[in-house]
């Protein structure tokens, strides 16, 4: 008995080497040659990918992951960002944009419809950057606007009891209005971001800083005018960019991967509805500086 027993074993553990083996094979050899990945950054992006109710958002943290994954994967030889963005806030576009000059290989990116604002300010750390010719680019500003409410509550005799420790503390605060001391004050911030982003995308086009100046209205640009402003390289699709990206990769005939998270259909809806209750909890007086601006929707 003891005889068939470890005849058993043996034989056990040979099927559980030889399946190691080919599946360590498999994975090995399943990625061998070159390889061009496509990220995509969709909707409003912050840093961890929280966004309201009624708003799609992606997360910055997400985004460098696979961008770092995709710099140190030696089968990688270039990076597509497939940009479909309003923008998103400060920060969450910034990490995404320092991320992506840390990349060492070949990086296009492909604004499909929406490259604004801070997916602009993405955008333009890449080697080239590709628009279709009807997308919404530029839209160069930072946005740190919210609603008042402090005349409704006087219509509604509800008094602001203003208790604070700090005279400043309280600068953002729906329930009355800004003095003016305060908005020049929020104003100067707000334009020191400003002159960053501006100096960020002058570095990353190789534009003058009074050029891109020139476009910072928050103005955006259709993508066949960008091109003349220099605020694009090439009018194309994804297609037009992963062929690029090819050739400047001096790739011939590598494989396309997909940079995608799949998230089961449960976490999905927990996390939406994680995120709707705290939208309506968060209260009115929350204020998110951002460099977002929601474009003109366009329908045929």
Known sequence: MNKIFRVLLFL???????????????????FIGDQIVVIPIQGMITLDGAGSLFTEATSAHDIVN????????????????????????VMGSKVVADAIKNVEKPVVAVITEYGASGAYWIASQADVIVADDLSIVGSIGVLGSYLEFGGLLEDYNVTYQRLVTGKYKDISTPYRPMTGEEEKLIMERLQGI???????????????VSDVVALSDGLFYLGKDAVDLGLVDVLG???????????????????????EKEKPWYETLSEYTSRSFFSLGQGIGSVLVSVNQEPLVFRA
């Open 12 to 30: 056990g553990f040979i099927w559980i080497l030889s399946y190691a083996l080919a599946t360590l094979f498999f994975n090995a050899t399943s």
């Open 66 to 89: 696979q961008i770092d994954a995709a710099n140190a994967d030696s089968s990688v030889k270039g990076i597509v960002l497939e940009i479909n963005s309003p923008g998103g806030t």
């Open 194 to 208: 400003h002159e960053y982003f501006v100096s960020e995308v002058a570095e990353g086009r190789g534009m003058g």
């Open 237 to 259: 699709n994804k297609d037009d960019a992963i062929n690029l990206t090819k050739q400047l990769a001096g790739v011939s005939d590598g494989s396309v991967s997909e940079y």
